[in-house]
């Protein structure tokens, strides 16, 4: 479903998140108070202005309230992401997620309008350590309440043996979603599947539970 997005605040952040808008093919209109920055991402939204996000009148004119979703990707003046979010709000923007640095600006972002926070540092490094800090593990996405998926190799012990000889989801809670072979994924778990070398396993679970079994 195409969704119409209101982007605010075109720094690295901002043109990161415009160009994958674009190529899920939504309709953006971004706006930055900055014209090199407004210049940069046009080739990646529908449209784009030049204006302060903190001047009410300028942001009434865009018609918030028929965006599907307002983005607030302000990075280091909190200030104007408070205060963004805030107007953002009040002029009827059906859903507003902000950028955060740190959680006493989400308090505040969230006290003030926003619906939704996303830390873009916080979790590229929470990322960046459960990654690199293990030789088996391959990507990393957190979920909410302490959930996440793991792009992990199989244990040695495993290679030869069933999902349902190792009682995986009994013994260690946790759920296979999917095995990568050569690349390609294979989705169709059942307890008769059996683990080779070289195979790449997508799991689910709590990070403890996922952590304990595959000794992370």
């Known amino acids: 479903m195409v969704k119409s997005i209101l982007l605010v ?15 899920l093919g939504h309709e953006v209109m ?66 507003v997620v902000s950028r955060a640095a740190r959680d006493v600006h989400a308090k505040f972002l969230l006290r003030n309008g926003a619906d939704e926070i996303v830390y873009p540092e916080k979790q590229l490094a929470n990322w960046t350590a459960i990654r690199y800090s293990a030789d088996h593990i391959f990507d990393y996405i957190e979920l909410d309440n302490g959930y996440a998926i793991f792009e992990i190799e199989v244990p040695s012990s495993w290679v030869g043996r069933t999902v349902g000889e190792i009682n995986i989801r009994k013994k260690y809670n946790i759920n296979i979603m999917a095995i990568k072979r050569n690349g390609k994924l294979d989705l169709t778990i059942t307890s008769d599947t059996s683990f080779a070398e070289d195979e790449v396993l997508l799991v689910l679970g709590n990070n403890r539970d996922i952590q304990k079994c595959f000794h992370i």
Not at 13 to 18: L, M, T
Not at 48 to 66: C, K, P, T, Y
Not at 73 to 92: C, M, P, R, V
Request: glycine share 8%; hydrophobic share 40%; net charge negative.
């Open 30 to 95: 971004a706006i930055d108070k900055q014209e090199d920055r407004v210049e940069a991402v046009l080739p990646y939204v529908t449209s784009a202005q030049i204006g302060d996000s903190m001047n009410e009148s300028f942001l009434r004119s865009l018609g918030v309230s028929n965006f599907d979703l307002c983005i607030v990707a302000i990075g280091n003046d909190f200030q104007s992401s408070l205060e963004t979010t805030s107007l953002l709000k009040e002029l009827g923007a059906k859903m």
């Open 9 to 23: 605040g075109l720094g690295r952040f901002g043109k990161h998140v415009a160009m994958k808008l674009h190529e």
